[in-house]
């Protein structure tokens, strides 16, 4: 049977349907293609590594990861690229401003990007135990960064909930789906279409079926901020 539905007014633009990656010849997690990585700022637009042709690497998407594991060499390309404070194998240490600077990190997934604030990959550092924060000489508070590298197996990438709170993720099980689009933040308009017990249409399917009938939201009780609402297909 088939269970859930898509929330259109939950994101901006179409739903771009991607197919989940084997691993070790299974379909055992959610694995979809990275093609791109882009570093951009409203003034100016920097490239840290692209081309479909060039990145190709599977990477895992997981809520229960706070950072995202990137290749070694891009974590590198945005470690020079930003202002890291501090700096410990493979944590860093930045301003809590840092997110204030319009600076977005820009993920394509084969045809579906999302750009991510760098708001997103400041993370709070806990206090001591006199409940002080850390902070840089001069009393600028510090976060962690919320990036960090591996040099195992591409199977080890992962983009946890610092990518995943800007993106709207529909999981389609039964046909070995994603389709993900950029999230509309603290959006409280809900426009749900239905995904039937043992309706066999994918979401696309649906979804382009939902454009001929009047897309008229209601208002939800509450605000939303979070991009990760996982819709299943069963």
Sequence with gaps: ????????????????????EKKHGQFDNFFVNLTDLRFSHTA???????GKSTLLVPVLLDSRSIIITLPKDIFHD????????????????????????????GFTLSTATVSVPMSEFS?????????NGKTEEGGTPL????????????SSLILGNTFLRS????????????????????????????????DENRILNLLRAAETTSRQPSSTSATQKSGLRPVFAE
């Design 1 to 20: 049977p088939r269970f859930g539905g898509v929330d259109t007014a939950k994101f901006h633009g179409n739903l771009t349907t991607l197919p989940i």
């Design 44 to 50: 100016d637009g920097s490239q840290l590594s692209s």
């Design 143 to 154: 976060c962690r960064l919320g990036i960090t590298y591996t040099t195992k197996p591409t």
């Design 78 to 105: 945005i470690f020079h690229t930003i202002r890291v404070i501090a700096y410990d194998v493979k944590s860093a240490e930045v301003d809590c401003g840092l997110g204030y600077e319009n600076f977005f990190l």
């Design 167 to 198: 993106a709207y993720v529909a999981y389609d099980m039964s046909n070995n789906e994603i389709s993900i689009a950029p999230t509309i933040f603290n959006a409280i308009d809900s426009n749900i279409v239905k995904i039937d017990t043992g």
């Design 123 to 131: 993370l709070p550092i806990p206090p001591d135990r006199d409940g």
